[in-house]
């Protein structure tokens, strides 16, 4: 992607002739900033854990009822959170990992028949992503003022859209989605996300 260059007016002398000075514009872009918050456990409101099972093409990412003695030997059940600097400011920006079976995945949005859902790929996050949109990043802010256990994620895809838990239809499943909040000042609880390091 290039660089804008912006020409800016800076001296009109005496004979009336304007000149300018030429202004790279730095396009969009982020960068690991190397911060880290490793074995994040994520929690909905009624305690269920998240759950990663990237080779599950159906329910990728579900909540469940685990004890804290389950959640020691269940694999896809510790994420890592790492940060992203931008270079356009919007808020804390992240992106998770998680291991399953040994292996590392990144999470990430895809857009399949016009809805967002959340998937898995192998490998881990990018050091640098250009560009204003990324499917892998999330805006992390407060669930609400005041509360610092809760927190929502919007995605860097497309904004407005957020990572939530859902009930599936004839299914006993609870799974990680991606859900479209209409309202800015709408207190949807189903975006209302929890997460500590399991000790």
């Known amino acids: 992607m290039c ?39 994520f929690r909905s ?26 959640i020691r030997n269940v694999s896809g059940i510790k994420f890592d959170i790492h940060s992203y600097q931008d270079t356009k400011p919007k808020g804390l920006c992240v992106a998770f990992t998680v291991e399953f079976n040994h292996q590392i995945y990144h999470m990430y949005v895809e ?13 881990t996050i990018p050091k640098n992503i250009e560009g204003d949109t990324s499917n892998i990043i999330f805006i992390k802010t407060q669930f609400s003022s005041g509360s610092r256990q809760f927190y929502k994620f919007e995605s860097a895809l497309e904004r407005g859209y957020f990572l939530a838990f859902e009930c599936v239809k004839g299914c006993s499943e609870t799974v990680l989605v991606v859900k479209k909040v209409e309202l ?16």
């Open 111 to 123: 857009k399949k028949e016009n809805k967002m859902r959340v998937n898995f790929k192998e490998g």
């Open 184 to 199: 800015a000042d709408e207190v949807d609880e189903s975006i209302k996300l929890h997460h500590a390091t399991f000790l």
């Open 45 to 70: 409101p009624n305690n269920h854990v998240l759950i990663a099972r990237p080779a599950d093409e159906d329910f990728p990412a579900v909540f469940e009822r685990r004890t804290d003695q389950e």
């Open 3 to 41: 660089d804008m260059i912006q020409m800016l007016p800076v001296i009109l002398d005496q004979d009336g002739n304007l000149y300018f000075q030429a202004q790279v514009l730095e396009t969009d872009s982020w960068k690991t900033s190397g911060k880290c918050e490793p074995a994040q456990i």
